[in-house]
């Protein structure tokens, strides 16, 4: 199985701030990572796929970057609707595992 | 506007069932692979099962395998998961959720994330 570890847990961050999550894998999975961002008393939402693709209707502060072990996901100048916890999940090989999240709060 | 409505969830005994139904639209259910995903009270994200398109693929989470099982019905544009023998470990909401279209290079095809998401439905197992 592949673990994914995330860092920090968590982080307490002033809007217009940048913000850097990063997510360690196991054993390399390429670019097979992707970024959730899930609010509270809401579904996740995929955020960036395969590393470093957008998605469609999400803001261009967030991107994503990395291959092999070690990937980030960046958030450029925080705004407040930003507050949610942000998941990593590998699509490489079964089972499909994702991070133990970071939670981001808003100062 | 891609839709998935989860029903079925509830509160249930150690030991017993339960069937979980996704009902799916603005999509063609019957062309994309389809997951359950569950979340215990304030924990994180866990990969239960998936199935392809046509059924021919299915996986299971070790922690699911042999008392879950997931089905489809594309006539009815509908996923399903059925629980069995229930444990206090299965409290969690279950989200069903769409694999996004297949992501293919020049060399090879990479298996895909999860492009949406039902609201989830809580499941609650105790006596």
């Known amino acids: 199985e592949i673990v994914l570890t995330q860092s920090p847990d968590f982080q307490s961050v002033t809007p217009k701030e940048k913000v850097t999550i990063t997510c360690r894998a196991s054993q390399s999975i390429g670019s097979s990572l992707h970024w959730y961002q899930q609010k509270p008393d809401q579904s996740p939402k995929l955020l960036i796929k395969y590393a470093s693709q957008s998605i469609s209707g999400v803001p261009s502060r967030f991107s994503g970057s990395g291959s092999g072990t070690d990937f980030t996901l960046t958030i450029n100048s925080l705004e407040a609707e930003d507050a949610a916890t942000y998941y990593c999940h590998q699509s490489s090989s079964l089972p499909l595992t994702f991070g133990p999240g970071t939670k981001v709060d808003i100062k | 506007e891609v839709q998935l409505v989860e029903s079925g969830g509830g509160l249930v005994k150690p030991g017993g069932s339960l069937r979980l139904s996704c009902a799916a639209s603005?999509?063609?259910?019957?062309?994309?692979?389809m997951n359950w995903v569950r979340q215990a009270p304030g924990k994180g994200l866990e990969w239960v099962s998936s199935i392809s398109s046509s059924s021919s693929y299915i996986y299971y989470a070790d922690s699911v395998k042999g008392r879950f099982t997931i089905s489809r019905d594309n006539a009815k544009n509908s996923l399903y998961l059925q629980m069995n023998s229930l444990r206090a470990e299965d409290t969690a909401v279950y989200y069903c959720?769409?694999?996004?279209?297949?992501?293919?290079?020049?060399?090879?095809?990479?298996?895909?994330?999860?492009?949406?998401w039902g609201q989830g439905t809580l499941v609650t197992v105790s006596s």
């Open positions: 959720a769409r694999d996004a279209p297949l992501y293919c290079s020049s060399t090879s095809c990479y298996e895909p994330p999860f492009d949406y």
């Open positions: 603005g999509f063609t259910f019957s062309s994309y692979s």
